[in-house]
């Protein structure tokens, strides 16, 4: 049997889709309270530009956006690594859902092997998908025997989703 791709199901998997949404939220969130404290960085500098070189109020100034800036770009570089880092796990716990799934349909159909394809088509005016299309191991198929929709329904049945302890289940 085929499987046609993962990025079609990730494409089309309601709970992952929902779980990226709701991280595009909090990274929209997050980006907006840096804008804040970027606007905030940039006003002190306006109000150094004010002040004399070298006076007291003009290196405490000075100080005071070297330190802003310095948390800035920590802060802004751990929410980063935090949000990739979280978008990872949901990227995994959504592969392992669907190789449980694919393997639960194999073995109640007395499927051996499931082979990975690509069935999109070429793009004719892209050279990338041109040599894609050339190299790809799966050269015809009968779509009879592409799973992947199969796949996707079960994936996106709500009784699946809510089977307490079912591994890769998406939170």
């Known amino acids: 049997m085929l499987f046609r791709s993962v990025g079609y199901i990730f494409k089309n998997h309601i709970r992952f889709k929902s779980a990226m949404d709701k991280m595009k939220d909090e990274v929209m969130q997050a980006e907006n309270a840096l804008k804040g404290e970027r606007d905030r960085i940039n006003q002190l500098m306006e109000q150094l530009k004010a002040l004399n070189v070298g006076t007291p109020e003009y290196k405490k100034l000075e100080a005071e956006i070297a330190k802003g800036q310095g948390d800035f770009n920590v802060n802004a570089q751990l929410q980063k690594k935090d949000f990739m880092d979280r978008e990872a796990k949901v990227y995994l716990q959504v592969y392992n859902e669907i190789e449980a799934a694919v393997g639960r349909f194999a073995r109640e159909r007395g499927i051996t092997a499931v082979f990975r394809f ?26 009879g025997i592409d799973i992947t929709p199969e796949i996707l329904k079960v994936l996106n049945t709500p009784a699946v989703a809510e089977q307490p302890g079912r591994p890769g289940a998406v939170q």
Request: charged share 30%; aromatic share 8%; proline share 8%.
């Open 118 to 143: 690509d069935g999109d088509p070429v793009d004719g005016s892209d050279r990338n998908q041109i040599l894609r299309g050339i190299t790809k191991p799966i050269v015809f198929y009968d779509m």
